[in-house]
């Protein structure tokens, strides 16, 4: 089951591997917004995590591109700072859950099965 | 040119001019109506005056016949005179006709028979060689009706010439009018004519004596009239009554002069009075130019013995003398009109700048306001009770000006605090989030392991606490740089207070402390953001659950409240009490500042309440607090109803 992890900083993205990985997902994590659509293109993912304020094409962009390509694939977006705005466009396009950084792991790991039992029970 | 039009253009110009005009309409009113009824008045005077005048006029010329007359009467007393009529003495006769001549200034006299031959008579023809029957009408009319008669009469120039030829010469015009040539001229004499009976006033009628005077061209009578009414003008030395004497309407005695200083006899009266007088036989006044000035003249008629209309006796004034009165009275008013000229501009002057100075004062402050100076100089108090309390009531308006602006400046200093503390809280949140995230995830990642001494292990839970209390700062930063942003919608506000009551209330509980919602009854929907109003509330119920010890209790109502600005405005008020420690006064004013906590480092963030003072001013309410130490204190919470609303619809038809 692999997870796609999208963020500029490092520190989040290794935070997100090392959770994720000692919860037994195959995970791979990307930096950049563009890199991210290149990977989806080759790679079906179970889920998608992306940060939204990233430099150049952000998190709500990215997530626009995505929903260009398949409806179904469940994201989580998070963020450390937000609008409402951003909470509104990533419900709009199907984002499954808004998770606020800072995070624990107990609250990365809920929300991914939160959002891995919602798909199963469709 | 501009000052010269801004000059008439201002207000004490306005006012000099305003009372200019009064006094030029005054003065003007007064000249031409005063003018006008004074000369009615002076005129109806003059015209009253002239008919006494001409009465008078007309006793002098009455008593100069009854002189005559008395003249006569007593020459014929003495037995003397009798008896040298019966003897025929007439050298004796003639010297007494003589002797009467002389004392009574008698022009002609004389003695007839009783069939009418001349005995004698004075003049150079004084004993007639021709008895003839003499013709002259007093003589005649005396002889006929055998009484005495005095009165008025006409000689014809022959009779005139038999009497003496001197008097005839008197008839004749210096400036005889050529028209009336046909009208053969005559004289016109007041005469007297006494007859002789034989034994006294009985018996057979022995003779007549007759005298007179002729009028033509004697003074006597004009200037025995001017003298008698007008002494006091003789006196000033000015003739200004005239007399005349006409032979039908022609001036036979006056002493109205022409031009050239001589008297005017020949002339004539104006048709108009020839009508009236002669012909008509009535009294009349004109005003009328007459030989060489305008005159105001009466007129009566004479009548002669038989009383035929033969003459007219005129006096008049001139004009002048009244309507000098005119002239007089308009100079008068002329120079009270010039003086209420000089006072009108004086007055308006001064009155204009006790006016307007401060008027003027008070336009220069409002000017300095507008400018930026709050404090500027009214000037001293006027004395004018509206002025001065116009300088009260601007001054009042500038301190209350002042009040506004520095409440406003305050607003303003607390809303740009609050705006950078929320740039950079954003600022600190994005950067903060990212390692904090690290940090959690890696300590969280550390605990797992089973390997740890019991001490690693409490060490990492406190890294982990320390990070929990950083992530908490930061969403509270977070929380208040967000602000500015209100999802509004109808809410029932006693719904969302029970709900807000409901998350809080075990947490209450545990402590040991009563909760007690007294909802008000059909409140109001109100247009809030739930979720902004809901931290609101949470935070000053938390706060207030934090102040109370156990045992307290926390009393929350709501109500339907007024506006305490504006009476106008409706709106809900929440009210929280406790019954906590409560807050000194020297904290409540620094309440609502960011950062300004008074719970144990660790346990607040010192932004839960400016958050909540943003929220309720943003939602254009008020938030005030009421605390006494030792006793609790009491939030009230005060949202208006209807404004909120125009701001919906503002965001629906954007």
């Not at chain 2, 002789?196 to 061209?217: A, D, H, P, T």
């Not at chain 2, 130019?289 to 001139?318: H, L, M, T």
């Not at chain 2, 809303?415 to 600190?428: D, F, Q, T």
Request: charged share 25%; with cysteine.
């Amino acid at each position: 089951m692999k997870i796609i992890v999208v963020d500029d900083e490092k520190i989040v993205l290794d935070s997100c591997r090392k959770v994720l990985t000692s919860e037994g997902f195959d995970v791979e994590i990307i930096s950049s917004s563009d890199e991210a659509l290149k990977k989806l293109k080759i790679e079906e993912p179970v889920l998608l995590i992306i940060d939204v304020k990233m430099p150049g094409h952000d998190g709500i962009y990215l997530l626009k591109e995505v929903r260009k390509i398949t409806k179904s694939l469940p994201v989580i977006v998070m963020s450390g700072y937000h609008t409402k705005e951003t909470i509104n466009e990533s419900t709009r396009f199907g984002a499954s859950i808004f998770l606020y950084k800072p995070f624990t792991p107990e609250e990365l790991i809920a929300a991914i099965y939160k959002v891995i039992k919602k798909e199963e029970n469709k | 040119m501009r000052k010269f039009l801004s000059m008439i253009s201002s207000t004490h110009f306005k006012l000099v001019i305003s009372l200019l005009g009064i006094s030029f309409l005054v003065g003007g009113i007064s000249i031409i109506i005063g003018g006008h009824l004074l000369y009615k008045a002076v005129l109806k005077e003059a015209t009253d005056r002239i008919r006494l005048d001409l009465n008078a006029a007309h006793g002098v010329y009455n008593t100069q016949i009854k002189y005559v007359k008395g003249a006569l009467n007593i020459t014929t007393l003495g037995e003397g005179f009798r008896n040298s009529l019966f003897k025929n003495n007439i050298p004796d006769l003639l010297d007494r006709l003589n002797r009467l001549a002389q004392n009574a200034e008698i022009d002609f006299a004389g003695i007839v028979g009783s069939d009418g031959s001349v005995l004698c008579r004075i003049g150079p023809n004084s004993i007639p060689e021709d008895k003839r029957k003499y013709e002259n009408p007093i003589v005649m009319y005396a002889i006929k009706n055998e009484q005495q008669i005095a009165g008025t009469v006409v000689l014809s120039e022959k009779l005139l010439k038999i009497e003496n030829p001197e008097l005839a010469n008197k008839i004749r015009l210096p400036q005889q009018n050529v028209q009336k040539e046909t009208e053969p001229i005559a004289g016109l004499a007041i005469a007297a004519a006494m007859p002789i009976f034989e034994n006294r006033n009985s018996g057979k009628l022995y003779g007549v004596i007759y005298g007179g005077i002729l009028l033509n061209q004697s003074t006597s009578i004009v200037d025995a009239v001017r003298k008698t009414l007008f002494l006091d003008d003789m006196q000033q030395g000015q003739s200004t009554l005239t007399a005349t004497i006409f032979y039908k309407d022609i001036r036979i005695a006056t002493n109205l002069f022409n031009p050239n200083g001589k008297r005017a006899i020949g002339t004539i009266v104006s048709p108009e009075v020839k009508q009236r007088v002669l012909l008509d036989g009535k009294y009349c006044t004109i005003q009328d130019f007459i030989v060489s000035d305008r005159y105001i003249a009466g007129y009566d008629p004479i009548e002669d013995i038989e009383g035929k209309r033969v003459g007219i006796i005129g006096v008049g004034v001139i004009e002048s003398n009244y309507s000098n009165v005119r002239y007089k009275f308009i100079f008068i008013v002329v120079i009270i009109t010039f003086i209420g000229i000089i006072s009108a501009v004086v007055i308006g002057y001064i009155l204009g700048h006790r006016i307007l100075d401060p008027l003027n004062r008070l336009i220069k402050a409002s000017q300095e306001v507008s400018a930026g100076n709050l404090t500027p100089d009214i000037g001293t108090l006027s004395h004018d009770r509206e002025i001065r309390f116009l300088q009260k009531t601007f001054k009042d308006m500038f301190e209350s000006l002042k009040q506004q602006r520095a409440e406003s400046e305050n607003q303003l200093v607390q809303s740009e605090k609050l705006a950078s503390i929320g740039r950079l809280a954003a600022g600190v949140a994005h950067e903060i989030n990212n390692p904090l995230t690290g940090v959690l995830t890696y300590t969280h990642m550390l605990l797992r392991r089973k390997d740890l001494d019991q001490e690693i292990r409490s060490d990492l839970q406190v890294v982990i606490e320390s990070t929990e209390r950083v992530r908490k700062i930061v969403k509270g930063l977070l929380d208040f740089s967000r602000q500015t942003e209100l999802d509004l919608e109808p809410i029932d506000l006693n719904r969302l207070v029970k709900s807000t009551i409901a998350l809080i209330e075990n947490q209450a509980l545990l402590k040991g402390i009563q909760i007690d919602f007294n909802p008000a009854s059909e409140l109001p929907m109100v247009t809030l953001d739930r979720s902004q109003m809901n931290s609101v509330l949470l935070n000053i119920i938390i706060n207030a659950i934090d102040a109370t010890e156990t045992g307290g209790h926390i009393d929350i109502l709501t109500t339907v409240e007024l506006s305490t600005d504006d009476a106008a405005q409706k709106g809900v008020k929440i009210v929280i009490a406790d019954t906590g420690s409560g807050i000194p006064p020297e904290n409540l004013d620094k309440l609502f500042d960011p950062f300004f906590t008074t719970k144990e480092v660790g346990k607040g963030t010192g932004l839960g309440l400016s958050v909540s003072y943003g929220i309720v001013k943003r939602h254009g309410g008020l938030i005030r607090v009421q605390s006494e130490v030792g006793k609790g204190t009491k939030f009230l919470i005060w949202l208006p109803i209807e404004k909120k609303m125009e701001v919906i619809n503002e965001n629906y038809s954007s």
